[in-house]
């Protein structure tokens, strides 16, 4: 008999926790099945299915995930709601499983487990192991699966420190910039399923490179580092993702080595509507340090895009040489 299928969205939290996921339900004897890369077609499916309150992120996941209807048995839409101690997730994936199922029909068996480290002090590890035992799998089969799924996360966040980025390490994308032609070192923040989808992003991290820069993001700084300078704000950031997305920014600021900013925003976004404002008031204080705030969405153009990060390297330049 065949094993099992479970779909997986490429989308949201699959560029942090899919080394983790995938390894940890192969290892229990299922199939993973990812949606396709994110295109046009899965866009407008999402737009389609989703409420217009909802952010672009959201509803690209909306469109991966009906693409997943009718070809898997399960489809993996965890709860998440803390994944570390003091921090919270976006609200909206917390009531993403509820949304989804009130929004689609014929929807295979969803595995919804929740993930809720702030209130119950499970982790990715305690509620991983409650899937295992729902799923039917037995215990020690279970812990050697979650054992193993550790060991890969792991080494996927010490090659992400290295300077990889997700989709080099998930998609085989290969870094464009030949050697010694390389004129600037760029931060580009944000959250990583706006940086690293290359559909709704417009490739961007392409885009600078063929311009022969250098991208810094959140995933490459030291989690250390990131640590230190939020603990040094007068407020502590208590959204997981704009935690990293604050630490790495402060960081480029203070970074002499990396010479503007670039913030990746998606419209609707209530926290990065606040943390966008926030970090460029601290880039402007001074005036010493390029910031870019780019806001995408479904409407995005890919040639207003090119047009403006073309002007922003342009005028790092010039200031460099003046």
């Known amino acids: ?25 192969t290892e229990l004897g299922f199939k993973v099945k990812l949606s396709r890369k994110t295109d046009k077609t ?28 009718g070809e898997v048995d399960y489809i993996f839409l965890p709860r998440l709601i803390s994944i570390e101690k003091g921090n919270y997730i976006c609200p909206k994936f917390m009531g993403l499983p509820d949304m989804i199922k009130a929004n689609f029909i014929n929807l295979p068996e969803i595995i919804d487990e929740k993930f809720d480290f702030k209130s119950t002090g499970r982790g990715l590890t305690d509620s991983l192991k409650s899937i295992g035992q729902k799923l039917g799998i037995e215990a020690a089969k279970t812990k050697r699966a979650l ?24 998609e085989g994308y290969k870094k464009n910039i030949p050697a010694g032609k390389e004129i600037m070192t760029i931060g580009l923040v944000g959250h990583g399923y706006n940086i690293y989808d290359s559909y709704a992003s417009q490739n961007i991290i392409k ?56 913030y990746l925003s998606s419209f609707g976004c209530g926290p990065d509507s606040m943390l966008a404002e926030l970090v460029e008031k601290r880039f402007r204080r001074n005036g010493q340090k390029p910031f870019l705030n780019i806001v995408i969405d479904e409407h995005t153009g890919e040639a207003g895009l090119q047009t403006r990060l073309e002007a922003f390297i342009d005028m790092i330049a010039r200031r460099e040489v003046i």
Request: net charge positive.
């Open 1 to 25: 008999m065949s094993p099992k299928t479970i779909g997986i969205p490429r989308a949201l939290f699959y560029y942090y926790l899919f080394p983790l996921w995938n390894c940890f339900f």
């Open 42 to 69: 899965l866009v407008d499916l999402g737009v389609q299915k989703a409420v217009d309150e909802l952010c672009y992120p959201v509803k690209i996941y909306y469109g991966h995930l009906a693409s997943l209807v």
């Open 147 to 170: 054992k193993k799924a550790q060991v890969i996360q792991n080494k996927y966040e010490e090659e992400l420190q290295k300077g990889f980025t997700p989709v080099e390490l998930l």
């Open 207 to 262: 885009k600078l490179e063929d311009m022969y820069v250098r991208v810094v993001t959140p995933e490459m700084v030291d989690k250390k580092i990131l640590e230190a300078v939020n603990k040094s704000q007068p407020k502590q950031m208590y959204w997981s993702l704009g935690k990293k997305s604050l630490g790495c920014s402060l960081y480029v600021k203070e970074n002499k080595q990396i010479t503007g900013l670039i």
